[in-house]
Each structure stands twice: as C-alpha cells, then as structure tokens.
C-alpha cells in the first residue's frame, strides 16, 4: 500500500500537524505501508526531520510572489492558491499510483481533494 502524506511545518504553520503526520506515518511504515510527504519548502519546514525518520519528501517550491485564495481563514499558509498547490501535487502524484493521500492542512479543502481525485484511490 502506498500512502502520501500533504503536510506543511514553518514558522507560521508550527509543527503539530507534520508531527502528527509522522507518527502515523511510522505506524504505516511498521504494518508494511510505503509512505512518502509531499511538503512545501517553507522557512521554518521540517522536511529535513522527515528525511531523517526515513522518509522521502517530495518538496515543493514556494512561488515567488505569495499568493491565496482567501475562501480559508488558513489559506495564506499555503503561500499559493489551492488551485496551483493541487496542480503541484499532481505532478508528484502521477510518478505512482497512491493508495491513500492524507491531508492535514488548514490551507486545503474539499475542492483541492476534489481536484486530485484521479491520483489516488
């Protein structure tokens, strides 16, 4: 079984939801789950903690000018609009078929799930 965790840490955000993330992720990995993070590189990011509890992070860049869509009292923390994050995420997603995608982000919702449908099962 193959899962992908969407999470993000950074100075702003804090680190409770990667921190989360990677206990269940270590849960996972223990009942032969493949487990992988896709993180954008915020300062502050805990993608080098993730590397070394022996996952890959697929990362992703932070766009030069921050952008959001405003609909999500959390939406500034992904630092783009959901739309782009998903289309991101896509990229990374089509490398693999997913068997679980886990979201645990203020920042997304129903339409950024919605959008990566396809992706995984």
């Not at 269940?24 to 993608?47: M, Q, S």
């Not at 996952?55 to 860049?61: A, K, Y």
């Amino acid at each position: 079984m193959k899962v992908v965790f969407r999470v993000d840490a950074s100075l702003e955000i804090g680190i409770g939801h990667v921190m989360r993330c990677l206990s269940l992720a270590e849960v996972l990995t223990n009942h032969g789950a493949d487990v992988e993070f896709i993180c954008r590189n915020h300062k502050g990011n805990l993608i080098h903690n993730i590397r070394s509890s022996g996952f890959t992070v697929l990362e992703l860049e932070l766009p030069r000018e921050k952008q959001s869509d405003n609909n999500l009292s959390h939406a500034n923390w992904l630092c783009t609009t959901q739309h782009q994050d998903a289309r991101d995420c896509m990229k990374r997603l089509k490398q693999s078929k997913v068997d679980w995608l886990i979201v645990d982000h203020y920042g997304i919702d129903q339409h950024w799930q919605k959008s990566l449908k396809e992706y995984y099962c």
